[in-house]
């Protein structure tokens, strides 16, 4: 069983659709978010950015203390644009289920490039190379969290891409989370980053700021829309840096 919190606005295109739903306060509030709820092709909020003005602003000390490769972790994506290759990624996360999907991950990559449209005899078998290797990579490295995930899904507690869109100050902030789950801890977020122009897996310390202040005010965004839905406030939220194997995550509180 795969978990799509996108089925709840009918949204949801591929066969494994489920009535699995996030916890709300009521069945009212429900039906209020679902009306807020917007899908988005990105992920991506441009709103979240810090303005100029902050942009020597660093995000909160992540906890713990992330533990950055010495190298860089991915090659280069075989994908004309990097965003496909999210987009690829993503959906084949969504039909993997963290091992509760129907196939193996090498069936199920193949499958995701042709539901995204990105599969080809040309540059398809690379593609499924390369997304299967991030597969590998984050079972190897995230054994755990990978683990901790696999259960939660089982439980029906784990949710891909949930579209998000609510009103903060005067903007309206609007994205697609890519990953939420619930165990005996309370809930968790995570946002991928797939490709290789997050060059986290090198020494310089000024791009690792500059990356981590953006991705946190991405994250953060979608923190407080997602209290708003969820029936208790998330415990921690964060960026899993799919290539290098690393997550680096805050405390909500």
């Given amino acids: 069983t795969l ?7 009918d949204l949801a295109t591929d066969v494994h659709k489920t009535v699995n739903r996030p916890g709300v306060r009521s069945e009212h509030d429900l039906a209020q978010q679902i009306a807020l709820w917007h899908p ?4 991506e909020v441009p709103r979240a950015s810090p303005s100029k003005e902050k942009s020597s602003v660093a995000a909160p000390q992540p906890t713990p203390t992330p ?5 860089p ?10 965003n496909d290759a999210g987009t690829c990624f993503h959906k084949l996360m969504e039909l993997w289920g963290f091992g509760h999907g129907s196939g193996s991950v090498e069936e199920l990559t193949k499958r995701a490039l042709e539901l995204e449209g990105f599969w080809n005899d040309q540059a398809g078998p690379a593609r499924v190379a390369w997304m299967t290797a991030l597969v590998s990579t984050i079972e190897t490295a995230n054994t755990d969290l990978v683990n901790r995930l696999r259960t939660a899904a089982a439980a029906g507690n784990v949710y891909h891409e949930v579209p998000l869109r609510y009103a903060r100050d005067k903007d309206v902030v609007e994205g697609t989370v890519d990953l939420i789950w619930k165990d005996e801890e309370g809930w968790h977020l995570l946002d991928y980053k797939a490709g290789p122009k997050y060059p986290h897996g090198t020494n310089d310390e000024a791009l690792r700021h ?9 994250v953060e965004c979608y923190r407080q829309g997602l209290d708003r839905l969820l029936d208790a406030p998330l415990v921690d939220f964060g960026v899993w840096y799919v290539a290098a194997g690393l997550v680096v995550r805050w405390k909500s509180n």
């Fill in 3 to 9: 978990f799509a919190a996108a089925d709840l606005c």
């Fill in 40 to 43: 988005v092709i990105s992920a």
């Fill in 67 to 71: 533990a950055w490769p010495k190298e």
């Fill in 73 to 82: 972790g991915s090659s280069e994506a075989p994908f004309t644009q990097e």
């Fill in 210 to 218: 500059d990356n981590l202040r953006h991705h946190h005010a991405q």
